[in-house]
């Protein structure tokens, strides 16, 4: 689905895409500043070099990575970064971390933690954008995602720590969704937050180098876990996988098995569906936003929400009363 | 929280409010069916009368069954319901049943299907408001169930069927979530849906005289899942009770379990936390429904939302400009 760069653009945003198609680092990394600025201008100036762009996204495998701190990570997205780079494909690591937005760290902005693949010249790392509402993050993360798209990337791989609804953000804008678990399963299993294990397209328990027995029972429990579960697709059950990313072992199988999920998905159909039916859900989510954002800043809305609020739970009025009030300012 | 019945009511809807608050089962479904009567003048007759209502509601037990068509359902509330009677309390039978809106039918509309509690004095049926979508029903039920609040019924049980989004409706509206399961374990545990589990407080593994050996396997695998999942609340991870409703057995502990949950969460504050927090969300759930009602009304977004939505499919547009061109409508 080839078009024409529009007329509109500017010739230095111009620029910015003909060198993001021609897989330039530099002016790929200015497109993303500009995605993640908050200016006004900027932003016009980003949607105007996405609509650009937009016919030539959509090539890469999107791999979501989830798993708690401690979990291998880093480590994992490494060595799987660089197995990909060693079989002539490039890759592209992003991250949707609110918490960044807190400390105004990343989960991503030290680089060293990911040395080898940060160098390699097939590869790039973009940390978390550091300011904004997880939706804002997630918002950016999924623009960045296209733009690296269009820069050729075969692989994008975005990462994710268990906050909050962060995963589901992940899971919403990647075509799998890979939990990473760690091997002492047991007691300590009920660290898995609500519905996140629902959203596993694939499970790996890390780290099975340092006990294997313990990585093994982890693997039956989570099967087992996961066989109570209705799977989201008729075509796939999420299997269980070990590995140990350190000693870089079952970095291929994994790979093997992303690609097995990618086959039974397209043969299917549901790859593309899922994608289409990720990019109506995203609208729909930036309209409800927008609408809430309108009707908070309208003035008598914001004069009696409290009062509604407070009504409300202490059950002075029904929620649909207050529902109906509020809104009847709208008119 | 005694407040006086509000001056502007009517004679006819305060001989409603006072008819309820006698316990009376006439004024009660009368009242029932103007909270499910489409009238807008039916409505703001409803509203009026559920404020009046509300400083008597709160006092329920609210208790929500799930389970999937032929779990036992019916001979469960019926057992249970029963039970209470026996414990000298006052029950009340409401459902929230999409699949009613489209059949016509209703899980509860067959009244035999509880024949002995439907003829008891101190037990209350009502089916489930056969029009509307899952919000409307949902929303119809809530403020039925604060109605029999107000008329002195001790415990609310609201039954769901498997469908749709209807149990996270329920589970929004009750202070404990309950789902039943078959004693059929195994392989066939695959039917619970994704997320379902995560809501349930209390699991019940029926028809446990059929079989006691598989039911006790069922129990150890439901176990193993909900093991694996972090718990609502830090001070109850949600038990899995094996019994049989037809036989009558276990219904004792179940009810012993439901009380050892309330007094659990009134201990930690949770329980009157998760009311107010449960009002609140259902007030935006409103809110935003309101807002998107208004938002698809409107002329130029009716006009170009399926042009768009079409764009945004295709990849011909990223869903950010697709929201932000929508939104400008409004301005």
């Not at 949607?47 to 090539?59: C, K, N, Q, S």
Request: charged share 20%.
């Amino acid at each position: 689905m080839m078009r024409e760069t529009p007329d509109l653009l500017s010739s230095a945003d111009r620029a910015l895409v003909d060198g993001v198609l021609a897989r330039q680092l530099r002016p790929l990394a200015k497109t993303i500043t500009l995605i993640e600025s908050r200016r006004d201008d900027h932003q016009a100036r980003a949607h105007a070099v996405l609509e650009a762009l937009l016919p030539h996204t959509g090539g890469a495998m999107r791999v979501g990575i989830s798993g708690v701190p401690g979990v291998g990570k880093s480590t994992f997205i490494e060595a799987l970064g660089l197995y990909l780079i060693e079989q002539g494909l490039r890759v592209a690591v992003l991250a949707v971390d609110p918490s960044s937005t807190l400390t105004g760290g990343s989960i991503l902005g030290d680089k060293t933690r990911m040395e080898l693949l940060s160098q390699n010249p097939a590869a790039f790392i973009r940390p978390s954008p550091s300011a904004g509402s997880l939706g804002g993050v997630a918002e950016k993360t999924r623009e960045t995602l296209l733009v690296c798209e269009a820069a050729g990337f075969d692989v994008v791989i975005v990462e994710t720590v268990g906050v909050g609804q962060s995963e589901t953000a992940v899971s919403n804008m990647t075509d799998i969704f890979c939990l990473l678990q760690l091997p002492n399963a047991g007691d300590d299993l009920q660290g898995i937050k609500k519905g996140i294990i629902e959203l596993a397209d694939l499970v790996v328990v890390n780290k099975a180098d340092i006990d294997l027995a313990a990585a093994t029972r982890a693997q039956a429990q989570l099967k087992t876990a996961l066989h109570m579960l209705r799977p989201a697709s008729p075509n796939w059950s999420p299997p269980v996988l070990t590995l140990s990313a350190l000693q870089k072992n079952g970095i291929a199988e994994f790979w093997a098995t992303v690609c097995d999920y990618r086959a039974a998905m397209s043969r299917s159909g549901e790859f593309d569906a899922k994608r289409r039916h990720q990019a109506q859900a995203w609208m729909w989510d930036l309209i409800d936003a927008g609408l809430r954002a309108r009707f908070r800043s309208h003035p008598q809305v914001r004069a009696e929400l409290p009062v509604l609020t407070a009504a409300v739970e202490r059950g002075d009025t029904t929620p649909a009363a207050a529902a109906l009030r509020l809104l009847q300012h709208l008119n």
